[in-house]
T-cell receptor, first 110, second 120 residues
Framework: RKEVEQDPGPFNVPEGATVAFNCTYS??????FFWYRQDCRKEPKLLMS???SGNEDGRFTAQLNRASQYISLLIRDSKLSDSATYLC???????????FGQGTTLQVKP | DTGVSQNPRHKITKRGQNVTFRCDPI?????LYWYRQTLGQGPEFLTY????????KSRLLSDRFSAERPKGSFSTLEIQRTEQGDSAMYLC??????????????????FGEGSRLTVL
């Protein structure tokens, strides 16, 4: 089993749609969770951290379910500019090792 | 400070040759990471440093790979006797704060633009 698993997609959605991505992780002792965004041929950049109580940043909502070892990212009112690959990232220990999922590709169409 | 810098940006080499990549992190960051990424995959963890100490190295990494961060600033990643399967983008990232009082989200990685390796 992979340490961090994501559905690679691609997810093709129209502008304005709501789309959700899921991620599961294998290590129940994991401490911190993040979503990164990677544009084509660019380096990954932090989109948002994921907190235990769930958190929202504009059109983006992240949730964590520790019991199921599951993280989600919800994007509301999709924009063309949201087209990218979304990477789930898990800190497996207090030592700072950060593991990336394979990414989920989103394509928002007009 | 302009961010994380990597060089060379592109390297084409013949199978069996050695290559070395350099990473200059953001100056106040104490953690430095190396990842490898191939098309359609997420970044694969290779190793990371806190200051000059190498804290962890991926079990998937063969002995042909070695990384150093001798003074806790820049880092080098060397691949010996390259194989075609080593062709990938090698990404460096830094995080954290070196000095007290510099608050930092240790989870946020700042990536360089990567060094693309092609092994013929």
């Amino acid at each position: 089993r992979k340490e961090v698993e994501q559905d690679p997609g691609p997810f093709n959605v129209p502008e304005g749609a709501t789309v959700a991505f899921n991620c599961t992780y294998s290590n129940s002792a994991s401490q911190s969770f993040f979503w990164y965004r990677q544009d084509c041929r660019k380096e990954p950049k932090l989109l948002m951290s994921v907190y235990s109580s769930g958190n929202e940043d504009g059109r983006f909502t992240a949730q964590l379910n520790r019991a199921s070892q599951y993280i989600s990212l919800l994007i509301r009112d999709s924009k063309l500019s949201d087209s990218a690959t979304y990477l789930c990232v898990v800190n497996f220990s207090n030592t700072g090792k950060l593991i990336f999922g394979q990414g989920t590709t989103l394509q928002v169409k007009p | 400070d302009t961010g994380v810098s990597q060089n060379p940006r592109h390297k084409i080499t013949k199978r069996g040759q050695n290559v070395t990549f350099r990473c200059d992190p953001i100056s106040e960051h104490n953690r430095l990471y190396w990842y490898r990424q191939t098309l359609g995959q997420g970044p694969e963890f290779l190793t990371y440093f806190q200051n000059e100490a190498q804290l962890e190295k991926s079990r998937l990494l063969s002995d042909r790979f070695s990384a150093e961060r001798p003074k806790g600033s820049f880092s080098t990643l060397e691949i010996q006797r390259t194989e075609q399967g080593d062709s990938a983008m090698y990404l460096c990232a830094s995080s954290g704060a070196k000095r007290k009082g510099l608050a930092g989200d240790l989870g946020e990685l700042f990536f360089g633009e990567g060094s693309r390796l092609t092994v013929l």
